[in-house]
């Protein structure tokens, strides 16, 4: 029913602004289903089971399937049309996926086919499992990079390869065992708490640290930090100034420049995706003819030497659960389940908004947990949804998760024949590949962004990118996740109060600081508390209010005439912006009421008979803090009708119209 | 001004109801000078310079000089009467410091003398720098517990007694450094993170712990377990039956159930309060006398054995600042200081909330802090104000802290002359005074308010009371604070949204749920968010949004009249309770206007045309939610005067007005 205009004109508005609406407790709800309640918006707040009501038994069994197998629903659809398109992407983005694969997994310190074994099996069980249409899934260089440094803290990799590896695989079924976990505990808003802020700042510094370790390859050096921190890397790399050899710093160089340049323009002109995805193979194609040509690699410049063959061996024989270095794998796992969760969750979410579809968060994780507890044995290493293959994937014009079929397609090609044709690839090239590609890590514009809107988002991120280039990657992103739960917390343990005063021919109320036509009222101070009332607060409120009320009176004898009947009177709390209150916030207002009495507010004989029970008001308490005042009431008696006002209009009117009621009859 | 009823009533209700006011921007504020008042909130909520304000040079030293030591603000106008209040709450709480600081001292594993040192140089300390007037200082039982089990850990005190005191000192001292830092460094609110009912359980959880550990004692066993929770307390009881001593157990039951009753009498009659004041010392007079007169030393009673005389030795030579057991030191220091602060400090504000004055937190910490530290090179362990004895401080009548003075005197003369009288005094008594002392700390009365009011409380003090029981005393409660930290940040991470109704014959708008009252207007989808919306509810708050808008549709669809012009047109977000936002928020608005526009709500071709900004619109952002969206409008075009409204009635009734006014355009 439309308010009705006219029902309205007919009234006067005093009859209206007198009105006093009774403060109800909302309607009483058991605790059980109240717990019910809140499990499911904690747990299920997409409600994934909406599909399924009133469908017949046939009909909930194949929804039940293919929900769990989304290929189910999208496969039965499939056409020509979409096959060409996805044609065309899975082959760009395989060939952006064979030489990242060699260089991440160099970046892992892990052998280079373990990189293409981790493109030809992941991607096939994300195509069954994934409900994502852009995601290209393989290696990524922020994982490779944490599982690299994590496990040479341990175990080097050169001394003991294949403790090295076994440790890797065991890592990687950790890290999927933790994100599948993550999708079926319905925890998945755990990785809500890495704010974009700090994943920006992280990130960044994350591409940082991966280039300073491909100044190792690119100026040719030999001996190495085995640090990751910008300060052992830049004295490593002006230690051995006489290990820099020429030819592959100027081989790096020209071809660094190029890949920039190719991305460059693909950037510029995004219908060229083409250019800047081909770059990479076209550089390692081309550098390996060069090689070739010229015999370069007895001439200063690494290659990367004879590769196995064949496709992905199994390796579940390889995994490790005991043993000494079982926290190792567990941390490791850890770490780069939540980093490369987090990616490929962000990633997935990014396309989907921009395509105007779901993805549903939690079944993404378990997709890509799955994929990773197959993938580590079948001789994978961490792999996610990555933000570049991905960008490439959307942009060659991808329908559905088949591009990443045809990419494994192309890859287990390679990894059957092509294999020795990289014999003589130049390492140089495969940093300069890894350098081209975390560049687009380091996103500026957006950090530009962050310290305009919020300042204070802008130090969290300051402090994850200089955590993680000058301590290390995983406690620079600890100290990011802790700042910002602290700043959550110092805004709940540092609520904002405000004073509110009238917007002049109205019943609004609102902050005097804000809206400067609002005007205070004689005798009444009317605050607003702009949070929760808990026990993290309610010390600081206490004080808060009691400087309010000295700072009330002290401004009353500044001014210059004194007014008759002048002097506090009463104390408005208007509780509409605080959204809960626990044990504590309930003894804080009965606490309060309590200071006041015996302040003893500047009230007449008269006022303080007729008031005896409070001179403090509450105003609007939502529903859930109007149940603990209900259930405090025996002790503490908030359900008095003179003591809980609707709105702040109605407390104040039937206040003033109480009192002039009480001093007529006494005048 | 008052709201003048008389240019209300002249004006028509339905004006009134027109009248939109323009919602504007905050006034700007530099962020140094809100980055001034936010450090001030924080740090300095009571504002402790107010007073300097405007006083002469002479008096703000004056000032300066009391606000450090209290003592010269209370001290020149000590007179008689007060000091005759003062002698007989002294010699009270003397009656019991004797017998609890002997006793508490054997529960931290220390010699039972350094009991009465930390009675005697700790409470003069306290009276020159404390606030407090009803405070008793002391050795505690909680804090003597958690100092005596965690250097049992690693060190014997019966083996290495001289090594173990060392660590005990070194502990003090760091529990000292670290209240006092808290105090400087103005951190005090950290405290306020262990709720009210977290500390309830714990201290019911310790309570049962310590009066577990006093089983041996009262029982007679020699053969103790070292470990604290209760099953291997109980196995140690049950196992070692043989080593009953049943005369212990006569006259420990017969002492303790003397204690209880004397206990129960002053919980009746609070005037009765010398009657539970001197029952220990009675106990320990009465027992020795006993003990002596049967020579029951050599019957199976064991003794306390020959004391030390004299005062306090100074100890600084041995605090130990490096070795092995530095961690250890550390980190006992740590967690004594905490909970012994927090006693303190709650114990400080309940009685100054009794009686109407003012304690300054940080400067109790101070305080409090420098008399462990003083405390730690004159013999002394870790004090601080005792509830028990401050509550009986209190009831006899203390006036001010020269209470304490007395009392360390009382100490001092039984430390110079009458040691020899406790050589006879049975260990069973010791533990019987302790028994009597914790059982005040089980509330039960208080636990049952928190049932009744908050079941998550609730569920946080089991959780510490057990954890404390089976656990351990530190990480019980680590797990409480734990749990209650992880109670606000999920309150934030999925924030209550509701749908907002009309209150018939009004323009004010509450939640339909709650005020039965309240009628849906057809068209407009109301939503209020009640929590402050960040990085951590971005993701639940897109997905709660899309369901309330489908759950709408749905039931639109199930409506049996099919009414003109209905369906979904506009959604009004009312952020009157949102009490911040950060850059992920702001993001959050921007991709929920794209995805309504993209949705296409039902809005007619016109409609659409004329609000082909948006079908979201905002009402009454607070301040600083104002600043941030004002700061995001170069790129998202926020503040368009048709986008923000002041109230949900005004931006109602604009719409609807506008939508009328098209439509009857195109009639």
């Keep these: 029913m439309e308010p009705n205009a006219s029902s309205y004109s007919s009234r006067s508005f005093v009859e209206i602004a007198m009105e006093v609406h009774k403060v109800v407790p909302p309607p009483h709800i058991s605790t059980i289903h109240k717990l019910k309640t809140r499990l499911k918006e904690t747990f299920f707040p997409d409600d994934p089971l909406r599909q399924f009501k009133g469908q017949p038994l046939a009909k909930k069994w194949l929804l039940g399937a293919q ?18 398109s996805d044609i065309i992407s899975g082959l760009t983005i395989a060939s952006l996926a064979i030489p990242q694969g060699i260089s991440y997994a160099k970046l892992a310190n892990l052998p280079p086919i373990v990189g293409l074994y981790s493109s030809f099996v992941p991607p096939l069980v994300y195509a069954v499992l994934g409900s994502s249409r852009d995601l290209a899934v ?18 080097s990799p050169t001394k003991d390869p294949v403790l090295f590896l076994q440790l890797a695989f065991s890592s990687t079924f950790f ?33 940082i640290i991966v280039s300073l370790q491909q100044l190792k390859s690119l100026l040719g050096i030999t001996h190495f930090t085995k640090k990751m921190g910008l300060v052992p890397v830049m004295s490593s790399v002006f230690h051995n100034t006489k290990e820099w050899s020429w030819q592959t710093i100027l081989m ?56 196995e063959e064949g496709l992905n061996p199994p390796s579940w024989n390889m995994l490790q659960f005991h043993g000494s270095y079982l926290g190792l794998v567990i941390k490791t796992g850890l770490v780069t389940g939540i980093i490369s969760l ?18 549903d968060g939690n079944k993404e994780m378990i997709a890509i947990g799955l994929m990773n507890i197959v993938g580590s044995s079948t001789s994978c290493y961490v792999t996610t949804g990555a933000f570049s293959r991905s960008a490439v994937n959307h942009n060659a014009g991808a329908k559905t998760a088949v591009s990443n079929i045809i990419m494994a397609m192309t890859v287990m090609v390679t990894l059957l024949f092509l294999m020795p044709l990289f014999q003589y690839t130049p390492n140089v090239v495969l940093g300069a590949i890894i350098v081209t590609a975390v560049v687009g890590l380091i996103d500026l514009p957006a950090a530009y962004q962050i310290w305009k809107i919020d300042k204070y988002d802008f130090i969290v991120m300051l402090c994850a990118f200089l955590g993680v280039i ?18 959550v917390l110092l805004q709940i343990t540092r609520p904002k109060t405000v004073m509110l005063g009238n917007m002049p021919g109205t019943i609004i109320y609102r902050n005097l600081h804000h809206y400067k036509e609002a005007v205070k009222i004689p005798g009444f101070l009317i605050l607003s508390i702009e949070a929760p009332i808990n026990f993290a607060n309610t010390t600081y409120l206490n004080n808060r209010i009691s400087r309010w009320i000295e700072d009330y009176k002290e401004e009353e004898e ?21 959204s809960a209150i626990d044990t504590s916030g309930v003894s804080f207002v009965k606490d309060l009421r309590k200071a006041l009495e015996m302040k003893g507010l500047e009230a007449s004989e008269t006022e303080k008979h007729h008031f005896k029970y409070s001179f403090l008001f509450l105003v609007n308490p939502i529903g859930e803090v109007m149940e603990k005042l209900q259930r405090a009431d025996e002790t503490c008696d908030f359900m008095r009708p003179d003591f809980l006002f609707l709105t702040v209009g109605e407390a104040v009117a039937f206040l003033m119209s109480t009192v002039k009621g009480q001093l007529s009859n006494h005048v």
């Design 175 to 207: 890290a999927g065992l933790f994100q599948a976990s993550l999708g079926f505990l319905r925890l998945g808003f755990i990785i809500d708490f890495l704010s974009k802020a700090t994943l920006i700042g992280f990130m960044a510094g994350a591409a």
């Design 138 to 155: 393989g290696p990524v260089s922020i994982a490779s990079l944490i599982l690299g440094s994590m496990l040479r803290e341990q175990v």
């Design 252 to 307: 790096g160089f020209c071809f660094l420049v190029f890949l920039l340049l190719t991305r460059h323009v693909s950037l510029r002109k995004p219908r060229l995706f083409w250019v800047s995805a081909g770059a990479p193979l076209a550089s390692v194609i081309l550098s390996t003819l060069l090689v070739f040509a010229f015999k370069a690699q007895h001439q200063g410049i690494s290659v990367i030497g004879k590769l």
């Design 558 to 578: 500044e001014e210059e005439e004194p007014k008759k009947h002048s002097g506090l009177r009463f104390v408005i709390l208007d509780l509409s912006a605080v």
């Design 67 to 84: 929900y769990v197998f989304p290929i189910l629903k999208w496969g039965p659809s499939y056409n020509l049309t979409l096959f060409k």
């Design 342 to 359: 987090t990616e490929g969750i962000a990633v997935g979410r990014t396309f989907a908004a921009l395509k105007n579809y779901q993805v």
């Design 470 to 487: 000058f301590i290390s990657v995983e406690e620079g992103l600890a100290i990011a996740v802790g700042l910002c739960i602290f700043k």
